[in-house]
């Protein structure tokens, strides 16, 4: 018989046993001093003799114990007088020889070529490759500088993915797969930080350059939104416009223009130099936004360096007559002489006048046969063309007009049939009469001065074309 009841705590050099769950002061158990305590390990079986039994859970052995120290341990105590020394020899034997063929197993796993058989603790037979054999297939399948790898190398999500030392310094590069990208990562062993350089984001179907400070093809920059001005909301600052500029969109203002015709203050401006076949000859075009009106101007940029500014001729800045020659605009007022008129192109119904958008505010009214008056503006322009009066194929007027401004800024035009005089030899003033029909008098303002609102400074861009940054580990 043996007692196995519990387990036991033993500590090296200590004569002392402690029980758990045993009863060994128990008269039924058998246990008593004189009696073998039998401990077996993994390589070996230990044999101790009580020396004398305290209570359920203490006893102490003749010698102290020289094993390791351990903790809720198996045992066997031999109680039945019928347990002969032939019994026990031949179980402790053959407890030995268990382990003694453990033992050649793992020397064979350690030294041998091929497959070893192991018997489990449970009777099941185990197959183990030797060590030279699992040496002999990561050989076959971990291939060597120079040699050719067929086939897919596959990769869990959980992997780190491929790293590549640098040969002289301790960077390193990581290629590997992160949450939907395919991504190459660089370790910069200086400042100890980790950057993704090229990403393909799947769900975008997208490559992404990151910390990266440019891209080239074939020894060419590659652009990115917003280099050059391209692409962007807003143009690239610039101190000194009178300096040789490469081909982009810039942003400056009007007040920064040397030489510029141009009395709207200081207005938002955009200018871009347009490359020609050689590098020292150009042309340069600024668009100046002057409260909501465009305007373009040009010049030349040669080897004496910049010339003057010409203003081009739009529907901004010119209008037709009614004769249908082109002049200069400026707040525009067409006189009719009836409010049974139309909107046409950039003129809205104001009275019986059409106005531009710089004339908005003005109307005319008709005061009596060849009699209107003009109300809302400051009066005729004080410089340049002020009134033009249709005319036939000839070239002759079609009525005689007289025309004048009070001190209430009243504009009053009034138009007569032509009349020769003989004794002054002049065409004078006849009958009223009104506007003909059809025909209109252009008639150019002085308007009161409107505040221009300064546009907000954009947020420069770069000639340099970077690419997208972000940090990554």
């Known amino acids: 018989m043996w007692y196995t009841t519990g387990k036991i705590n033993v500590t090296k050099n200590s004569n002392m046993v402690i029980g758990i769950g045993t009863k060994w002061a128990n008269p039924l158990s058998g246990v008593s001093a004189g009696r073998m305590l039998i401990l077996q390990s993994s390589n070996q079986v230990e044999i101790y003799e009580i020396a004398s039994v305290q209570s359920d859970t203490r006893l102490t052995l003749a010698e102290s114990y020289n094993g390791v120290t351990a903790k809720d341990k198996a045992y066997k105590i031999p109680t039945s007088p019928s347990v002969s020394i032939e019994q026990f020899a031949l179980e402790i034997a053959s407890s030995l020889a268990y382990h003694q063929k453990q033992l050649d197993g793992w020397q064979k796993i350690l030294t041998g070529s091929g497959d070893v058989e192991l018997i489990a603790p449970d009777g099941q037979k185990v197959i183990i490759k030797s060590q030279k054999k699992l040496s002999n297939l990561i050989d076959g399948a971990v291939k060597k500088s120079g040699d050719e790898m067929g086939g897919q190398l596959r990769m869990s999500a959980e992997s780190a993915g491929i790293k590549f030392k640098y040969v002289d310094s301790n960077n390193e590069f990581v290629l590997r797969t992160l949450s939907n990208s395919l991504s190459f990562i660089f370790y910069d062993e200086k400042i100890k930080k980790w950057f993704t350089k090229l990403a393909y984001i799947t769900d975008k179907k997208q490559w992404c350059f990151q910390d990266v400070d440019d891209v080239t093809i074939n020894n060419k920059s590659v652009l990115k939104k917003g280099d050059y001005g391209l692409g962007s909301n807003t143009g690239i600052p610039v101190s000194n416009l009178d300096d ?81 020659f082109l002049k200069k605009a400026s707040p525009i007022l067409r006189l009719f002489a009836t409010e049974n008129i139309d909107d046409v192109d950039d003129f809205k119904k104001s009275g019986c006048s059409l106005v531009n958008d710089l004339a908005a505010g003005v109307t005319a009214k008709r005061i009596d046969i060849g009699h209107y008056e003009i109300s809302g503006s400051l009066g005729f322009a004080k410089e ?75 947020i420069p861009s770069t000639l340099n074309p970077v690419i997208i940054n972000n940090d990554e580990n």
């Open 384 to 458: 340049g063309w002020y009134i033009t009066l249709p005319e036939d194929a000839n070239g002759n007027k079609k009525f005689f007009a007289e025309y004048s401004t009070d001190e209430n800024n009243i504009i009053t035009v009034k138009t007569y049939t032509r009349k020769f005089d003989f004794e002054s030899c002049q065409i004078v003033a006849g009958e009223p009469i009104d506007i003909t029909a059809g025909r209109w008098i252009d008639i150019r303002l002085e308007m009161p001065v409107v505040e221009v609102i300064e546009n907000e400074e954009p």
């Open 244 to 324: 040789k500029l490469e081909t982009a969109f810039y942003f400056t203002t009007t007040d920064k223009i040397n030489g510029l015709p141009f009395n709207g203050g200081r207005s938002t401006a955009s200018l871009l130099p347009l490359p020609t076949s050689t590098a020292t000859w150009g042309v340069e075009m600024l668009s100046v936004i002057n409260s909501k009106i465009p305007k373009i101007f040009y010049r030349c940029s040669t080897s004496r360096g910049k010339e003057s500014w010409y203003e081009a001729i739009t529907t901004a800045n010119s209008t037709t007559d009614s004769n249908g």
